[in-house]
């Protein structure tokens, strides 16, 4: 392996010098920004809005601010990584755990638009930019020829997040900034190619190219992409046969292949590649990679195992808080290029579930593993992960490794930027569903949309379009796959049919405040899982058993541990181990729904805004093993234990659950 070298730097610098002499086009708020129209990169379906185009309403608006005053909201105040990195002139970590965090503290800052938090990031941002070298390379990256070569996967990070903020801020010296990076990159990947991280997460660097790209159409800057792609893992290729598909052994070898974050960031390489050239491969890959996950290693609530590498389809394996997260911003990314609805569901399901589960309600804790049947939270030595730790399930400020406790920020904030998306007609497409409020430029005329709803919690959405004055566009809006009988009804109009699983275009000259009202009727299913369990959906929101709990504090005396940001082990204070009577073939048997006032913490034990009631019995031979839930016992299962009404709750309002149940004998 060569090393970065001092001709490599000077020969960058020469190059973000001349373009330092570049002119900038700016973007007002609320407009997406297009690439040159005579570029060869291929328009996405939708573009993102600019940050603090969209805010956050109702249930959604309290869980972003539970964010904010939890650990997102702090973490540079207490732990070294974040608060003395040296990103920021500090002589801690200096790789990718500041730039982790500022890539979803950016976007929660905006969301909320809170000045104290954009004051603090900025100041972040500024001590990164002002310590970048003038050879373009940033102060972690070792200066001299001899030193050990630096995984270019925290350049392709900070480039993202330097990105993210430009697009925020408008700040021209950011932009510099990241274009000298760019600059420098390219001549430093001759001299050292990807290798380990980067390899295996080239095209994040995309997202940056991109963004430069679009405000200055420079050729150099897709040479640069191409080489990213010629260095990095050719997914494709990965996936085109089945050795990915066998769980790893618990306690087995690390793999970069099954490594779960990297699989995770990677359904979005293909759409970020086909951009580049318009490869039909490319178009069609990231629905085939991610039926495979399912098939193999898929989990109800939408992502795959991963604890750290795939572990096939056992509801007690793990997921990492890490691959939840980069698995939500990769289907918007999807999202985004190809406009397939589908992405959408997906995007909703692990949102409201695999996303706030592995959390504490008040946000100040976090799990590194998270698991579907997940009915202790202990430091259990006996544990049976693939490679993960003895503390990976417990909640906590760091459990196993602090990598989640840098990333873990950017799931709400990057769903509530993703939830409205530009088309290229000058229109408005809903890609998923929340209460909100978008601001956007039709043309010269800007517009407001508002959201309300308590979806997921509930069926009906209603949007209200208030333009400035009259102008017609058109609404696009994304019909759930599962939502057949969905309508729309505009304005007096009478509710007309909606097509499941398709975008419902709405066209008409819009004037004064117009409303718009969604229905989708949420039926439920039951659906078969791993060795015949069953478990219960309904809309986009998966249904768990949550026993009582009891929460004990550990690690009191390590480091950064002082409350609110201490560790907990968690354990059952009721029975945890039922069957249930349900028929997959009449889901409607035995299984009712009653809905609730959806609470301050929206994602909380006492805060769910639905629940379900199934009839079911004790297993008394469905014990623990390995400090789990044992293995679901295989087929229709029988009990002598008294008959009992159970109540289950939205997955993402638990903490310790059962979700994937044995089915009882009738």
Known sequence: MTRLGRRTFMGALAGGAAAAAGTLSRARAGRAVHAPSNSGLREPAFSPLPLGSIGPRGWLARQLRIQADGLSGHLDEFWPDVGQSRWFGGD??????????????????????????????????????????????FEPVPPEPGAEPYDMWAILLVQKVLAQYHGATEDERVFRSLEASLRALGPGLGQTPLFNWGRYRWFEGLISIFHVYARTGESWLLDLARLLREQGTDYPALYSDDRLAQPTPRRGRWTWDKHVVNTAMAPKAAALSWRLDGRAGDREFPARMLAFLDRHHGQVHGMFTGDECLAGRNPVQGTELCAVVELMYSLEVLLSVFGDPAFGDRLERVAFGALPAPFTTDMWAHQYDQQVNQVQCTVN???MWTTNGPESNTYGLEPNYGCCTANMHQGWPKLAAHLWMKSGDEGLAAVA?????VRFHSGDVPVVVTMDTEYPFREDLT????????????VRLRVPSWAEGASVAVAEGAPEPMKAGTFHHLEREWHGPTTVRLRFPMRPRVTSRYNLAVAVERGPLVYSLSPEESWTRVHAGKPHRELPHGDFEVRPASAWNHGVLLDPDDPTEGLTFEERPVGDRPFSPEGAGVVAHVRGRRLPEWKLRHGWADEVPVGPQSSDEPLEELTLIPYGCTNIRVTEFPRLKA
């Open 92 to 137: 801690a970590e200096g790789w990718e755990r500041a730039p982790y965090w500022l890539d979803g503290v950016i976007p929660l800052a905006w969301a909320l638009d809170d000045p104290a938090l954009k004051a603090r990031v900025a100041g972040y941002v500024d001590q990164i930019v002002a310590r970048q070298r003038s050879d373009g390379w």
């Open 463 to 474: 949007l209200t379009v208030r333009p400035d004055r009259p102008v017609r566009f058109p």
């Open 433 to 437: 569903y929340a209460p909100s409020e």
């Open 381 to 383: 030595p006996d544990h």
